[in-house]
Every structure is written in structure tokens, then in C-alpha cells.
């Protein structure tokens, strides 16, 4: 850990060192202003330089959650493993996390929904089998999963109806295995 400390210090009092950390500071505030730019040129050649760094530390901003018309559905991405006994399961992305909190909840979320869109179709394969790989029961492999989307659209503010909703389920895919390890 000294050592660690002293690589620290050596980094943030040497001026080479601080002008890499000035560097990285501006390198950040930059790709925030430019993934907040209105569609448009700049935003669009800017966006293929920032994105990457972008995607790696979790700072992608939207705004289109607030205006002008947010979206009301509400969407969960659930797995629904069939192991050979005949036994089930159901997996859903993982909420919270105690060290690092609601930034694992995000990430998953943003997995899940590209999981789900209808764009991204490709992943369906890789997530189904990524849910299988992570949820052996006795040594065993699921021999199906399959992938939903559930969703349910809340109600217009002031509509006075139920503000529970109930869930639609759209299978979005199955994937089934040989039922061994």
C-alpha cells in the first residue's frame, strides 16, 4: 500500500505528472460537453473520438428521460432457465451492488435494454447463453432458457387508474442446451 501512496504522490507533484492529470480532467469535461451537443456535425465527429472513453467509464449522458416526451413503459429483462430434472429458475439482471451501489445496477440495466431492443438481435444468443453458463444446478447446465422482455406502460399523470400496471411478457428468444456440464 506504501508503495502505491508513493507512486501517488510522485505522479500528482511531478508537473508531468499533473499535466496528465489536467489532461485526463479536460479530456473528460470535453466528451461530456460534446455527448451533450444537439444532433449535428461536430456532435457526430466528436462522438467517434469521445464514445469509446465514453462507454468505458459509464459517463454516456441522455436527457430524454425528462422531455419532451418521456418514455412510459416500463421494461424488465427476465430469464426462465429449465434444468433436465424439470426443475426451474428465474434470473433477472442483478439490482444494487454494496460496494459500488447504483453504478452496477446502471450498467446491468443498459445490458439488459440493449438485450431487449429489437436492434440488437444478435445478443440475444450470447445472453441466453452467458444466463446458462452462470446458473449450473448440480453440476448441470440449464437444457433451455428463455428470454423475455417483460413490460407494462404506466398511466398518464392524473388518469387516476391503478397505479400498478400488469406485466406483459414477450419471449424474445429460446436457446436449449444438451443438459450436460
Known amino acids: 500500500m506504501g508503495d502505491r501512496i508513493q507512486l501517488q504522490r510522485r505522479l500528482e507533484t511531478s508537473p508531468t505528472g499533473r499535466a496528465l492529470i489536467t489532461g485526463a480532467i479536460v479530456f ?3 466528451a461530456m460537453v460534446v ?8 456532435r457526430r465527429t466528436g462522438m467517434r473520438v469521445v464514445e469509446p472513453y465514453l462507454d468505458v467509464t459509464g459517463l454516456h449522458q441522455n436527457w ?9 413503459a416500463t421494461l424488465q429483462l427476465e430469464a426462465r432457465l429449465l434444468y433436465v430434472d424439470g ?10 451492488d454494496p460496494f459500488i451501489g447504483v453504478y452496477a445496477s446502471f450498467r446491468w440495466r443498459k445490458w439488459a435494454g440493449n438485450v431487449m431492443s429489437s436492434s440488437n438481435r444478435g445478443l440475444l444468443a450470447p ?10 444446478r ?3 447446465l440449464p437444457v433451455q432458457v428463455q428470454l423475455f422482455k417483460r413490460s407494462y406502460v ?3 399523470p392524473g388518469l387516476g387508474r391503478p397505479a400498478v400496471q400488469p406485466w406483459n411478457d414477450t419471449l424474445l428468444y429460446t436457446a436449449r442446451y444438451g443438459g450436460s456440464s
Do not use: I
Not at 430524454?64 to 412510459?72: E, T
Open 87 to 96: 426443475s426451474t429458475a428465474v434470473w433477472h439482471p442483478p439490482v444494487g
Open 127 to 136: 445472453a441466453a447463453d452467458f444466463v446458462a453458463r452462470t446458473h449450473p
Open 28 to 30: 473528460t469535461l470535453a
Open 35 to 42: 455527448s451533450n451537443l444537439p444532433p449535428s456535425e461536430l
Open 154 to 156: 404506466a398511466p398518464m
Open 64 to 72: 430524454n428521460l425528462f422531455a419532451p416526451d418521456p418514455r412510459r
Open 138 to 140: 448440480d453440476g448441470r
